[in-house]
Nanobody, 123 residues
Framework: QVQLVESGGGLVQAGGSLRLSCAAS????????VGWFRQAPRKEREFVVG????????FYADSVKGRFSISRDNAKNTVYLQMNSLKPEDTAVYYCAATDSGPYYRASAYAYWGQGTQVSVSS
């Protein structure tokens, strides 16, 4: 079993920064692709960024490339999402998820999900 817990969300002004954390319990992320998704009101859940735990390879949605970065801390079994230059359109609930197979950009490929953390960006 893999249990994921997100933290770090909050309210920030446009242009500001936040760092989200995703901590795993039950087992390590070894062998998994760990992704961040977000869902705004009345919008579909969309892929934001992912990282392959073993290789460190990263994958970014075009909308966040150059502003967001993902990293991992093996000792803490934690994935971080650093969000800079935040825009009001980044406002959403952000979810951490893990998959061991399937296309990383599809939510249906992920078997394990956190509870979500709210990110609100004011103009």
């Amino acid at each position: 079993q893999v249990q994921l817990v997100e933290s770090g969300g909050g309210l920030v002004q446009a242009g500001g920064s936040l760092r989200l954390s995703c901590a795993a319990s039950g087992r390590t992320f070894s062998g998994y692709l760990v992704g961040w998704f977000r869902q705004a009101p009345r919008k579909e859940r969309e892929f934001v960024v992912g990282i392959s735990w073993n290789s460190g390879s990263t994958f970014y949605a075009d909308s966040v490339k150059g502003r967001f970065s993902i990293s991992r801390d093996n000792a803490k079994n934690t994935v971080y999402l650093q969000m800079n230059s935040l825009k009001p359109e980044d406002t959403a609930v952000y979810y951490c998820a893990a998959t061991d197979s399937g296309p990383y950009y599809r939510a249906s490929a992920y078997a394990y999900w956190g509870q979500g953390t709210q990110v609100s960006v004011s103009s």
